[in-house]
C-alpha cells in the first residue's frame, strides 16, 4: 500500500512540474482533474485509481508533445512487457490490452492499426521466445530516452495500461522497472 502512496506524492511533484514547465499551453482540460478528489486516509484501491488517473491526466496534458514514432514505438513495447510480465498472454488479456492501447488518449495520435500491429509483434516475439523478445523490446523502448519528457511518458503509459485491471503484481513491476533502466530513469521515480 505504501508503494503506491509513495508513487502518487512523485506522480504530484511531477505533474507540479510538469505544470511550470508547459505553462498554459496544455490543453487545461482535465490537467488538475484527478489531484483534488483524494484524502489522506482513502483505500488503497482509491489511491490506485487516482494515480493512473493523474498519469492519465499527465499523459493528456502532454498530448500534443507524444508524436514522434519512438514514443509510439516503446509505449508499445513496454505494453507488450506489462502483458506477457507473467509468461503467458491469453487471447482475451490480449484483446483487452489492445482495446486499453486504442481507446488511450494520447495513443489516439497514432492510427489504431499501427499501434495494433506493434503491440502484438512484440507480444508474439516474447511467447516465441521470452529472453530475446525481452531484449528486443528493451531495445525498442531505450530509443525513446533521448528525450526527457518523452521516457517518462512511455513510463507512465506503461503504468497506466498495468494498473487497468486493479491490480499491478510483481511480475509488471519488474517489465516497469526495466523500462527504466533501458530508459535511463530511476525507477524509483515511479516507486517501483
Known sequence: MAMWDKIKDQAKTFQQSQGTRTGAGGSGRGSHGP??????????????????????????????????GAYRDASMALCALVAAADGRVDPSERRRVEELIVSN????????????????????????????????????????????????????????VAGADGSFDQSEQQAIREACTALSIPPSEFGV
Open 35 to 68: 489531484m483534488g478528489g483524494g484524502r489522506p486516509g482513502s483505500s488503497s484501491g482509491g489511491s490506485k485509481a487516482q494515480l493512473i488517473g493523474m498519469f492519465k491526466s499527465q499523459l493528456a496534458s502532454a498530448k500534443n508533445e507524444l508524436k514522434s
Open 105 to 160: 488518449e494520447v495513443l489516439q495520435n497514432f492510427p489504431a492499426d499501427q499501434l495494433r500491429q506493434r503491440f502484438n509483434q512484440h507480444v508474439d516475439r516474447l511467447l516465441a521466445n521470452v529472453e530475446q523478445g525481452r531484449a528486443e523490446a528493451l531495445q525498442v523502448i531505450g530509443k525513446a530516452a533521448k528525450k526527457p519528457a518523452e521516457a517518462r511518458a512511455v513510463v507512465q503509459t506503461g503504468m497506466v
